[in-house]
Nanobody, 115 residues
Framework: QVQLVESGGGLVQAGGSLRLSCAAS????????MGWYRQAPGKQRELVAT???????NYADSVKGRFTTSRDNAKNTVYLQMNSLKPEDTAVYYC?????????WGQGTQVTVSS
């Protein structure tokens, strides 16, 4: 089993920054990719950013230029640096890990951006 623990969410004013972290533990053998998704009230969960083991990244258009994802393979940890935050970024942010075509999710961390 794989466990994902997120941290770093909170309340921030528009234009501010937050950094999310997600540490994976348990039966870690060969991670294909890690990433971040978010779900706002009344909306479907959507992709924010992903990063492969080799470091290739993919971002939602809505966050390009503002968010940066990175990972520390030695620590099985992925990060999401969020800058220039907007009220529409308010959501629960979920960490995701894909290993051997199995997908694992963290419990989520709330990010609230006030205007």
């Amino acid at each position: 089993q794989v466990q994902l623990v997120e941290s770093g969410g909170g309340l921030v004013q528009a234009g501010g920054s937050l950094r999310l972290s997600c540490a994976a533990s348990g039966s870690i053998f060969s991670i294909n990719a890690m990433g971040w998704y978010r779900q706002a009230p009344g909306k479907q969960r959507e992709l924010v950013a992903t990063i492969t083991r080799g470091g290739s990244t993919n971002y939602a258009d809505s966050v390009k230029g503002r968010f940066t994802t990175s990972r520390d393979n030695a620590k099985n940890t992925v990060y999401l640096q969020m800058n220039s935050l907007k009220p529409e970024d308010t959501a629960v942010y979920y960490c995701n890990l894909v290993q051997w075509n199995l997908s694992y999710w963290g419990q989520g961390t709330q990010v609230t951006v006030s205007s």
